[in-house]
Structure formats: C-alpha cells, structure tokens
C-alpha cells in the first residue's frame, strides 16, 4: 500500500493531466492548420479577384499593378487595390471578398480605408494643403469625405466665423465696438420698449371698418352658384380675381357686416390678442442695453457713414456716404437705361400717366368686361374723379394731384471686388403700382405653359427627385461617370439691359400663344396685356442724388425693377427664347429651369467643348449669359448640389448653401418682437432645411447648426430645442 505525500498527485490524476494536455496540443495543431488553410483560401480568393482586373496579389512581395486594372478596380468598388492590399493586407486577411467588396458595405470599407490613410500617410495630412489628399478621397461621396476629414482639421478652424459679432465695411477708419455690437443685432431689430397697446386695438377698429366698407362696395360679388354659371357661360380670362384693397375714411361703420368677412377678422383680432399679451411690458428707462441704437445712430452721422443691406442678403454693412453717392452717380450716369430728365418733364410724364391710368379705368372696354371693381382698383392711387350730380365724370386738374415718386437704392455688393451696387427702385407707392399688380395676376396665367420657370426651391427639389432622377438611372455606368455636365447661368444685369421694344414684343406673341392665334378675342387680350405693360413701363420717373443734387430720372429703356410685374415679365421673356431653339438642344437637355436671371442645367454631352456648343444654342438678344460649367458640383439659387461619377447610385445629391461672407445675421433674443414671431422665424428655417436635404443624415446637420446660431443669438437652450422637436418631423415629412 501506497501512502501519498503531502503536494504529491496520484499516477491516475497524473495521466489524465497528461491526456488532456496532449488533446489540447492535437487541438492547437488543427486550429493552426485550420487558419493557415482560411488564410490561404482568402488569398487564393484575392489573387482571382485581382486576376480578373489584370492585378496581383502577394503578401511578401510588391504587388504588380496595371495602370487600367487599378481605375477598372476602384471604378467598380470604389477602392483602391493598392492601399487595400499592401498598407491594408490585414483587413484582407481578415475578411474574405465576398465581404469588403459586397456593394452594400462599401461606404463602411471606404471609410476604414480613408481613416487608416489619415493616420497613417506621410506627409502627414494637412486639411490646407490638396496634395497631402490620399486617391482614395476622390473615390467616396463628398458628405461622407467631409465628414470624415472634418475629424481631422483643428478645433480653431472648425469654431472659426462660424457666428461673427461683426459688420461688414469699406471704412477707411476703426468702428467702435458699441456700434458693431449694435449693428450686428440686424436691420430688423426693435427696441423692446414700452407699447400703448390701445392704439393697436384702435387702429385694428378702424381696419374692421374699412373692410366691411370695401366689402360692401362690392355688392355685385357673385354666389358660389352664381360663379359656376358664369364660369360656363364667361370667359375664365374676365373671372381673373381683383386683389383686394382697403378704401375708403375711418367712420364707423353701421351696415350689417358679411358673415364670412366677420369670422375671418374676428380670427384675426384672437391672433392679435395673442400678439399683445406676449409682447415685452417695458418702459424706456429699462429697455435692453444690449442693442443701444441711440449712440451707434449719432456715431454714423457724426462720421457721415450710411447703414445699408447687402446684395444677397449677407449682413449690414457701413458705407461711407461719399462712396455710397459716388457708386449711385456713376451707375445712373453710366446705364443707357436711364436718364436725367428737368422738373417739367417730369411733371408732364408724371401727369401723362395719371391720364393713360383714367383711360384704362374709364374709357377701356376690355376693363370694364372683368367681373368686379377692376376700374377702380386700377386707379386705387389716385383721388377719387369728380362727378357731376348725374353721374358725369369732370375733367380733373391732374396738375394740381400729389405723387410718391420712389427714390433709387443701392445695396452694396460685398461679395465683388471692389465692391459696387445693386440698383433698387422701390415701387411700392407709385400710381402705376396696382396697374402692374393685375399685370402680375395675368401673366401668372400663363407660367403653366412654361414648364422650365422654377417657382421655389422646392419645385427644383422635386424635379430632381422625378424626373432628372428617372432620367440618370436609365444611364450606363459610363454614360453617368463620363457624360454629365451640371451647368450654372447668370443673365448679367438681366433687368436693366432687358430690351423693351423687344420685350413688348415677345409678350404680346405669348398672350396670343396662349389665349389661341387667329381669333378676335385673344388679340382683344393681347391688346389688354400690351396697354398694361405700356402703362407700368413708359414713362417711370424716380429721383436720385447724382454729383451731390438731387435729380429726376425717366427710366428709358430695361425692366422697371420695383414693379410687381417685373419677374413675372423676366421669366416670360427669357422662356420666348428658350421655346424657339432647336430640337437638337432640347435632346441634350436633362434638366432646364430658371428663374428669373438663374439657370440651370443638366446637360448630356460627348465632351466639354460639346456641351459648350450646345449651351451656346441658348441666346438673348442684346444680354450676356455667364456659364459655369463643372463635372460634380454646381451653387443654383440656395442649393449645393453636386454628384458622384464614381458611384453606382446615378443622382444628384443637394444640401442648403451657406453664401461665402454671410454674417448670419438673426433677430436677437432681446429683440422686442413678439415670442410667436421668432418662433415662426425659427420654424420657417426648419421648413427650408427640410426641402433643401436630400437625406436626413444633412438635415440632422443643418438642425444643430441652426441650433448653434441660435443660440449664439441669446436664445435660451431649452427653448430652442423645444422649437426644434415639434417641428422637425413635421417639417421633413411635409
């Protein structure tokens, strides 16, 4: 017998220890062999793909490249053989082709490959510098790319005028702080003093009054049953509706009120209300002092400096007052447009318009044949006529009438070098106004038979996701990467060099396009249109400080750029010429729409000079068209839009567009507007967002940059990721 020792095993135990660790070593030996054999048969699976494209593919040796294998590869993967299968060799070993080249994980393998690139490259990569970019950045989608390198660029840069507390000026010496600080809270700030909220209600009293009264003048207004016979029985072009104007003295009134007109006002007394409670009780003595408006106003006329707008929306801007009259004296001077005209010409031109807007009211058959007061809102800006007892109208001393004549505006241009001005003539009051209004209202008719005029962002939005989208999938892989052209237009000074004569012209050939050639009635239209046009455009006189005097202008030729009409006649007049070219542009054509003095295209071409050629179809007469031309990107009204020839997808892809140099310039938290308005403000940004992501990943985005601005505005947090909840998915789904 056999006593075991203390710390001494027994044989048994002992050889099981041993069996154990003999299966465990048989076990190591096949998972060695097991992985050498998966290693091997990935390799092996590696060297086929590789095959197919004219590559190699070697662990230990270089890998033999083909100049044609290696664009064949990356243009059917989007990768690059070589960092995958030298400075990567560990990610093929680890995962077989069927996995890292299975289409639908290619943005996932694009992204390690690029990540490792960045890290790893020498030169080290430098955001600044294009030639530390690896090849594989040309390969993956441009939000993706930047996504990604935006991981690497300094904090500095990322933080950097993303929201400025700045102006922008041309001032030769220092602005104080006070007054930039001032300034940038925006054109639309309002102090939030005290307001005596009975003269609101008083003056919401008196436009009551004035509604029913206009109303009431308009007891020949048809039924809901009235109407639909008439549309049977009347031509749809004399049921056009009359906008409406508020006319006659603030008495009280003492009819009984229409019962729809009642309801509506009533709506609307509940909003003001609303407005009112909401709005900031404070008195002048505690007022906000963040926006102090008193001392930057006396700073500016002490040192002669004007606050302006900026073309295309991009902040306030200081001016000089000597530039600012030298940039308008030159502009008037220098454009054919316009010319310097003394008070009696004026006064006559003033007074010739006044008669040919009496003609239309009381003298014009065509006028009087629309249903409703059109005779009377042609001439809503004019003194009522004198009659006589029986109803006969008097000759009026027009002579002896007062007139708003607009004053010409400028806005600088910031955003040219060096800067200049945007000519404004604000036609808001001019007698004229309203015979332009209804102008509109016409020639809004006939845009539907212009499918190319855009409307909005969203009608492009939408074109690109129907039809251009169905257009592009039925292209090759070839056609899409080598046979897109995105191209940009710009009408240089559309409105002012527009030809009037021709112009006229070119209308009246619409109008009768539209309403049918050959018959009396659409000559009858045409003839209406063309008066009007006449009317709005003949003989518009503004004033203007030239040379340091203050002068009448008669604007002789170009579009009268403050009218109501004038887009409408813009986008008419450029689509005259667009309808007549020939078939073999429309062929090329994709996508054509424009809107106003902005065109866009895309164009299918063989090569750049073919689709210079086609381009140069579409012509003017007497305007200069300044095209861009670009294989991946274009900038069209407030849209990025760009592509990715290398991808399989086939569509365009568009983002909001943030213009260089904008200030981003929002109503500040101690603005004096009421708490609706902002919020309203901030949701309409949200709406804009919506349409102009093509994917929710950027409208994500756009979302907390929005957020940010905000917030560097003054607005509380809490707040604004309240704003932003209740109206993102509505918004997106909308």
């Given at each position: 017998?056999?006593?075991?020792?203390?710390?001494?095993?027994?044989?048994?135990?002992?050889?099981?220890?041993?069996?154990?660790?003999?299966?465990?070593?048989?076990?190591?030996?096949?998972?060695?062999?097991?992985?050498?054999?998966?290693?091997?048969?990935?390799?092996?699976?590696?060297?086929?793909?590789?095959?197919?494209?004219?590559?190699?593919?070697?662990?230990?040796?270089?890998?033999?490249?083909?100049?044609?294998?290696?664009?064949?590869?990356?243009?059917?993967?989007?990768?690059?053989?070589?960092?995958?299968?030298?400075?990567?060799?560990?990610?093929?070993?680890?995962?077989?082709?069927?996995?890292?080249?299975?289409?639908?994980?290619?943005?996932?393998?694009?992204?390690?490959?690029?990540?490792?690139?960045?890290?790893?490259?020498?030169?080290?990569?430098?955001?600044?510098?294009?030639?530390?970019?690896?090849?594989?950045?040309?390969?993956?989608?441009?939000?993706?790319?930047?996504?990604?390198?935006?991981?690497?660029?300094?904090?500095?840069?990322?933080?950097?005028?993303?929201?400025?507390?700045?102006?922008?000026?041309?001032?030769?010496?220092?602005?104080?702080?006070?007054?930039?600080?001032?300034?940038?809270?925006?054109?639309?700030?309002?102090?939030?003093?005290?307001?005596?909220?009975?003269?609101?209600?008083?003056?919401?009293?008196?436009?009551?009054?004035?509604?029913?009264?206009?109303?009431?003048?308009?007891?020949?207004?048809?039924?809901?049953?009235?109407?639909?016979?008439?549309?049977?029985?009347?031509?749809?072009?004399?049921?056009?509706?009359?906008?409406?104007?508020?006319?006659?003295?603030?008495?009280?009134?003492?009819?009984?009120?229409?019962?729809?007109?009642?309801?509506?006002?009533?709506?609307?007394?509940?909003?003001?209300?609303?407005?009112?409670?909401?709005?900031?009780?404070?008195?002048?003595?505690?007022?906000?002092?963040?926006?102090?408006?008193?001392?930057?106003?006396?700073?500016?006329?002490?040192?002669?400096?004007?606050?302006?707008?900026?073309?295309?929306?991009?902040?306030?801007?200081?001016?000089?007052?000597?530039?600012?009259?030298?940039?308008?004296?030159?502009?008037?001077?220098?454009?054919?447009?316009?010319?310097?005209?003394?008070?009696?010409?004026?006064?006559?031109?003033?007074?010739?318009?006044?008669?040919?807007?009496?003609?239309?009211?009381?003298?014009?058959?065509?006028?009087?044949?629309?249903?409703?007061?059109?005779?009377?809102?042609?001439?809503?800006?004019?003194?009522?006529?004198?009659?006589?007892?029986?109803?006969?109208l008097l000759e009026d001393d027009w002579e002896t009438i007062t007139v708003s004549l607009p004053v010409f505006n400028g806005?600088?241009?910031?955003?040219?070098?060096?800067?200049?001005?945007?000519?404004?003539?604000?036609?808001?009051?001019?007698?004229?106004?309203?015979?332009?209004?209804?102008?509109?209202?016409?020639?809004?008719?006939?845009?539907?038979?212009?499918?190319?005029?855009?409307?909005?962002?969203?009608?492009?939005?939408?074109?690109?996701?129907?039809?251009?989208?169905?257009?592009?999938?039925?292209?090759?892989?070839?056609?899409?990467?080598?046979?897109?052209?995105?191209?940009?237009?710009?009408?240089?000074?559309?409105?002012?060099?527009?030809?009037?004569?021709?112009?006229?012209?070119?209308?009246?050939?619409?109008?009768?396009?539209?309403?049918?050639?050959?018959?009396?009635?659409?000559?009858?239209?045409?003839?209406?249109?063309?008066?009007?046009?006449?009317?709005?455009?003949?003989?518009?006189?503004?004033?203007?400080?030239?040379?340091?005097?203050?002068?009448?202008?008669?604007?002789?030729?170009?579009?009268?750029?403050?009218?109501?009409?004038?887009?409408?006649?813009?986008?008419?007049?450029?689509?005259?010429?667009?309808?007549?070219?020939?078939?073999?542009?429309?062929?090329?054509?994709?996508?054509?729409?424009?809107?106003i003095d902005d065109i866009i295209c895309i164009v299918y071409a063989d090569s750049l000079s073919q689709c210079e050629q086609?381009?140069?179809?579409?012509?003017?007469?007497?305007?200069?068209?300044?095209?861009?031309?670009?294989?991946?990107?274009?900038?069209?009204?407030?849209?990025?839009?760009?592509?990715?020839?290398?991808?399989?997808?086939?569509?365009?892809?568009?983002?909001?567009?943030?213009?260089?140099?904008?200030?981003?310039?929002?109503?500040?938290?101690?603005?004096?507007?009421?708490?609706?308005?902002?919020?309203?403000?901030?949701?309409?940004?949200?709406?804009?967002?919506?349409?102009?992501?093509?994917?929710?990943?950027?409208?994500?985005?756009?979302?907390?940059?929005?957020?940010?601005?905000?917030?560097?505005?003054?607005?509380?947090?809490?707040?604004?990721?309240?704003?932003?909840?209740?109206?993102?998915?509505?918004?997106?789904?909308?």
């Amino acid at each position: 017998m056999h006593r075991k020792e203390k710390g001494q095993e027994s044989r048994s135990r002992q050889g099981c220890r041993k069996e154990i660790q003999g299966k465990e070593r048989q076990r190591q030996g096949r998972r060695t062999l097991d992985e050498a054999k998966v290693k091997g048969q990935q390799e092996e699976e590696w060297q086929e793909v590789g095959a197919a494209f004219l590559l190699s593919f070697s662990q230990t040796d270089s890998v033999s490249v083909s100049g044609l294998g290696l664009f064949n590869f990356s243009d059917s993967y989007g990768l690059d053989w070589v960092l995958l299968t030298d400075d990567m060799c560990f990610l093929c070993m680890s995962y077989p082709p069927s996995i890292l080249l299975d289409r639908s994980l290619h943005p996932l393998v694009q992204v390690c490959c690029l990540v490792f690139t960045l890290c790893s490259t020498v030169p080290k990569f430098n955001i600044f510098d294009h030639t530390t970019y690896p090849f594989i950045s040309t390969l993956i989608e441009q939000d993706l790319l930047f996504l990604v390198m935006s991981w690497f660029a300094p904090q500095w840069l990322l933080g950097s005028h993303r929201f400025t507390n700045r102006l922008h000026s041309n001032l030769d010496f220092e602005m104080l702080k006070e007054v930039i600080r001032t300034f940038s809270a925006g054109m639309k700030f309002i102090s939030p003093i005290a307001m005596k909220k009975s003269l609101v209600l008083e003056s919401w009293e008196e436009f009551c009054d004035q509604a029913y009264r206009s109303w009431d003048s308009a007891d020949s207004r048809p039924s809901k049953h009235e109407l639909d016979e008439l549309k049977e029985l009347t031509d749809p072009f004399y049921l056009l509706p009359i906008p409406f104007k508020l006319k006659g003295l603030a008495e009280p009134y003492d009819g009984t009120p229409d019962k729809d007109i009642q309801s509506v006002l009533h709506a609307g007394l509940t909003e003001l209300n609303s407005l009112l409670q909401n709005m900031p009780n404070m008195d002048r003595n505690n007022r906000s002092v963040d926006v102090e408006l008193k001392d930057a106003l006396e700073w500016c006329f002490n040192n002669s400096v004007l606050v302006k707008p900026t073309d295309k929306n991009l902040g306030t801007a200081l001016v000089s007052t000597v530039w600012y009259e030298e940039k308008v004296s030159t502009f008037i001077t220098n454009n054919k447009g316009y010319q310097i005209i003394d008070i009696d010409l004026a006064c006559t031109l003033v007074i010739q318009t006044v008669g040919r807007i009496c003609d239309l009211c009381f003298n014009n058959t065509t006028t009087t044949a629309f249903h409703g007061e059109l005779s009377w809102f042609l001439g809503s800006r004019l003194p009522p006529p004198h009659k006589e007892v029986d109803g006969t109208l008097l000759e009026d001393d027009w002579e002896t009438i007062t007139v708003s004549l607009p004053v010409f505006n400028g806005l600088p241009k910031i955003h040219k070098s060096p800067w200049g001005i945007r000519p404004v003539i604000p036609c808001h009051s001019v007698v004229q106004g309203p015979v332009s209004e209804f102008l509109s209202v016409i020639l809004k008719t006939l845009l539907a038979g212009h499918p190319q005029i855009l409307t909005s962002t969203k009608d492009l939005v939408h074109c690109l996701e129907t039809s251009v989208h169905d257009k592009l999938a039925c292209l090759s892989l070839l056609q899409w990467r080598n046979n897109i052209y995105i191209c940009t237009a710009d009408i240089e000074g559309f409105y002012t060099n527009v030809p009037i004569t021709d112009c006229e012209h070119k209308l009246e050939d619409l109008v009768l396009d539209h309403f049918g050639r050959g018959t009396c009635e659409s000559r009858v239209k045409a003839a209406f249109v063309k008066e009007l046009f006449s009317v709005q455009q003949d003989d518009l006189v503004f004033t203007a400080k030239v040379n340091g005097a203050w002068e009448y202008i008669q604007q002789v030729n170009g579009l009268a750029m403050g009218m109501l009409a004038a887009p409408d006649i813009a986008n008419l007049y450029a689509a005259w010429y667009k309808k007549r070219l020939p078939i073999a542009f429309h062929r090329k054509m994709i996508l054509f729409k424009h809107y106003i003095d902005d065109i866009i295209c895309i164009v299918y071409a063989d090569s750049l000079s073919q689709c210079e050629q086609t381009l140069g179809l579409y012509n003017i007469p007497g305007l200069k068209l300044n095209w861009e031309i670009s294989r991946t990107n274009a900038v069209f009204l407030d849209l990025d839009i760009w592509r990715s020839p290398s991808s399989r997808d086939h569509r365009l892809k568009y983002r909001p567009y943030q213009k260089p140099m904008n200030n981003f310039e929002r109503l500040p938290w101690c603005t004096g507007h009421a708490l609706q308005l902002l919020r309203g403000a901030f949701k309409s940004e949200v709406h804009r967002f919506a349409v102009a992501s093509w994917s929710t990943h950027i409208y994500n985005e756009e979302l907390v940059w929005l957020k940010d601005l905000y917030i560097s505005h003054g607005y509380p947090l809490a707040t604004v990721i309240q704003w932003i909840k209740s109206s993102k998915e509505i918004a997106y789904k909308n």
